[in-house]
C-alpha cells in the first residue's frame, strides 16, 4: 500500500497499551473524585484522575444538577461545615455570580452555574498538572495479595494500564471495588433517579410566586396525560436569563448500558410532558417556555462497598459521632424509592450526623478508598450523606489518607492523623458572607435535590 500525497498509511499495531504511573489514581471525577484530585495534589501526591464521561465534572455538570445540597447546617442561620478545596471553588463561583443560596429543608442550599463549575473544575486540574483522562472505561483490575497493582483501561484511543500505590473509587458505583473482585451491597428496592432539566424563556418573577404545591397538584391532577410518573420536586429560577431548573422526574437506573440508556430516553420525555402541561396549566410564566438543557441521567444510589463499618439509619438519626469521623452533615433522609412521591425525613436546627472512615474502606482490599456515593451505608442512611457536601469532604478524608498511607493498608490508617489534616471538616463553622441574609423566616423553601 502507498502513500498519498500529504498523508501517509497507518495501521493499528497488535498491542498499543500505553502505560501510565502515578502516586494516586482518582477513578471519578464528580464532587468526590474532584475533591480527592485536588487535595492529593495539594498534599504534594502526582495525581492521575481517570473518568469515563468526555468531560471532568461527574454528574454536577453532566446531569445538570445545578445544586449544591449537604453544606451548611440546619437552622436560623446555617454555618458551612464543609471546607477545603471547597472554599476555592465556593470563592470563585460567588466572585463572578454563578453560585446563590437559597433555603431548603430548614437548611441552606447554593444554586450554581453548570458551565461555570465545569470551567472551574477543569481549570484546577490542568492548572495543577494532575492529568485528566477521560472518555476512559474500566476494563479489569490487576489485584495482588490485596492490593490493586493496576488497572486497564478502555478509549476510543486505545487501551492504557494505569498504575498507582493508591486508588480512590469514586466512580459512583464502586467499579473499581467491583472490577477488584470483591463483594458489593445493593438495595432490595428500586431507588429511582432524575433527568434534570433547564427551561428558558420562562417569566421567573410569575413562576417564582407560584407555591410549589400548585405545580405539584397539577402534575397529580393531568401528569398521566403528559407521561409523567413523579407528582413532586422542585422548581426554581436559576442566576440569569429567563431560566429555571427542574428536579421533576423519576427514572429507573439499571446497572448495564442499554437499559439506562433507554431509561435516559424516557426521563426526558418526562421532561417534555413537563413543559407542554406547565404550557398548558401555566401559559403566563411557560407559554414561550422551551427546553435549554437536557440533562443525563441523574443517579442517586447503585451499588455499595462493604465496608469496615457500615453507617446505619440509627446513627444518622441520633447523630452519633464515630471514633474516626472524618466529615458531617445535617442534609435529610432523602429517599427517592416510589415513583410518584419522594420521602423527607428533616432534622431539628441541632443535629448533625457524621462519617466515619470505615465505611470508605472496602473489606479485601488495602490501597483502596472510596469516596462518594458507593460507600458502605444503608439505603436511607446513605440517602442523607450522598449528596455534594459530604461527597467534598469524603474526597478530601481519601486524599489525606493516601498522603499518610505509603505502601501500608488503609485499614490500618493513623486515625488520629487523618483527622488532624481534615480537622476543619469536624468541627469548624463558617458563616460565609453570602447567607447573612437568611434566616428561618426569609424566603420560600425549595424542594431540595
Not at 401555566?282 to 441521567?297: C, D, K, L, N, W
Request: with cysteine; net charge negative; proline share 4%.
Amino acid at each position: 500500500m502507498t502513500d498519498h500525497p500529504g498523508s501517509r498509511t497507518i495501521r493499528r499495531q497488535p498491542d498499543q497499551t500505553r502505560a501510565l504511573s502515578a502516586d494516586l489514581c482518582v477513578v471519578g471525577s464528580g464532587a468526590a473524585g474532584l475533591s480527592a484530585a485536588l487535595e492529593a495534589h495539594e498534599l504534594g501526591l502526582d495525581v492521575l484522575i481517570v473518568d469515563a464521561s468526555p468531560q471532568l465534572g461527574g454528574q454536577a455538570v453532566g446531569s445538570a444538577i445545578g445544586t449544591i445540597c449537604g453544606l451548611y447546617s440546619n437552622g436560623e442561620s446555617p454555618h458551612r461545615v464543609t471546607h477545603g478545596v471547597m472554599d476555592r471553588m465556593l470563592e470563585t463561583l460567588s466572585r463572578n455570580g454563578d453560585a446563590a443560596a437559597r433555603r431548603a429543608r430548614n437548611t441552606l442550599i447554593l444554586d450554581y452555574s453548570i458551565n461555570a463549575w465545569m470551567r472551574w473544575a477543569e481549570d484546577a486540574v490542568a492548572s495543577r498538572g494532575i492529568r485528566p483522562l477521560t472518555g476512559a472505561v474500566l476494563r479489569a483490575a490487576a489485584v495482588d495479595s490485596g492490593r490493586v497493582r493496576s488497572l486497564e483501561i478502555a478509549t476510543r484511543w486505545g487501551d492504557y494500564r494505569v498504575e498507582a500505590n493508591t486508588f480512590v473509587d469514586a466512580s459512583g458505583d464502586a467499579a473499581l471495588t467491583w472490577l477488584a473482585g470483591q463483594p458489593l451491597t445493593e438495595a432490595d428496592r428500586s431507588i429511582y433517579g432524575t433527568i434534570m432539566a433547564v427551561f428558558e424563556d420562562v417569566d421567573t418573577d410569575i413562576c417564582g410566586a407560584y407555591p410549589r404545591e400548585k405545580y405539584h397538584e397539577a402534575m397529580r391532577r393531568r401528569g398521566a396525560d403528559f407521561g409523567l410518573v413523579r407528582h413532586d420536586g422542585f422548581i426554581f429560577p436559576v442566576a440569569r436569563g429567563g431560566r429555571v431548573l427542574l428536579n421533576m422526574t423519576h427514572i429507573e437506573t439499571p446497572q448495564e448500558a442499554i437499559g439506562l440508556a433507554l431509561a435516559g430516553i424516557e426521563g426526558r420525555q418526562q421532561i417534555d410532558g413537563l413543559l407542554n402541561l406547565f404550557r398548558d396549566e401555566f401559559p403566563e410564566a411557560f407559554g414561550q417556555a422551551r427546553v435549554a438543557i437536557y440533562g443525563q441521567p441523574g443517579i442517586r444510589q447503585t451499588r455499595t462497598i462493604q465496608g469496615r463499618s457500615r453507617i446505619t439509619v440509627d446513627q444518622v438519626r441520633t447523630g452519633s459521632v464515630p471514633d474516626d469521623v472524618i466529615g458531617r452533615c445535617s442534609w435529610p433522609i432523602e429517599l427517592h424509592t416510589e415513583l410518584a412521591d419522594t420521602h423527607w425525613e428533616v432534622f431539628d436546627a441541632d443535629h448533625m450526623h457524621h462519617i466515619p472512615f470505615g465505611a470508605m474502606v472496602p473489606k479485601g482490599l488495602d490501597n483502596v478508598v472510596v469516596a462518594g456515593r458507593c460507600i458502605d451505608a444503608e439505603p436511607a442512611a446513605l440517602a442523607s450523606v450522598r449528596v455534594m457536601g459530604p461527597c467534598f469532604a469524603m474526597g478530601r478524608a481519601a486524599a489525606t489518607a493516601a498522603s499518610l498511607v505509603g505502601s501500608g493498608s488503609f485499614h490500618q490508617i493513623d486515625v488520629q492523623a487523618l483527622q488532624n489534616g481534615v480537622g476543619d471538616n469536624i468541627s469548624r463553622n463558617t458563616r460565609d458572607p453570602w447567607t447573612a441574609e437568611f434566616t428561618a423566616e426569609t424566603g420560600r423553601e425549595a424542594d431540595g435535590a
